[in-house]
């Protein structure tokens, strides 16, 4: 299984940006993964911002993003998407897209997740 995030660059205060997470490789059961959206600031450690399920396309967001960003996938691309809007110099960070079997609803921790991408950089200017 492999995943590729993209869509990360530089933005102003106030901006939007699209992530995507191409997701490839056999063997991996669409119907019964979850993948999360990830993000890491220098100096801190890895946190939760968005998940979905694919089957159900049941969704979850940390605080600090609810209301302002938007997890969704698209069946027949195989890919899914971290609509971010309203950003904020503190969304500032790589983000990853990672991938897991379903286990249970809410899969925040990243210990979680099982197979992960490379990130993509998203930084906010004030």
């Known amino acids: 299984v492999q995943l590729q995030a993209s869509g990360g660059g530089l933005v102003q205060a106030g901006g939007s940006l699209r992530l995507s997470c191409l997701i490839s490789?056999?063997?991996?059961?669409?119907?019964?993964?979850?993948i999360g959206w990830f993000r890491q600031a220098p100096g801190k450690e890895r946190e939760f911002v968005a998940t979905?399920?694919?089957?159900?396309?049941?969704?979850y967001y940390a605080d600090s993003v609810q209301g302002r960003f938007t997890v969704s996938r698209d069946n027949a691309k195989n890919t899914v998407y971290l609509q971010m809007n309203s950003l904020k110099p503190e969304d500032t960070a790589v983000y990853y897209c990672?991938?897991?079997?379903?286990?249970?609803?809410?899969?925040?921790?990243?210990?979680?997740?099982?197979?992960w991408g490379p990130g993509t950089q998203v930084t906010v200017s004030s």
């Open positions: 490789g056999s063997g991996f059961n669409f119907d019964d993964y979850v």
């Open positions: 979905i399920r694919w089957s159900s396309g049941t969704t």
């Open positions: 990672a991938a897991t079997p379903f286990l249970q609803n809410r899969m925040v921790q990243p210990s979680s997740y099982v197979y």
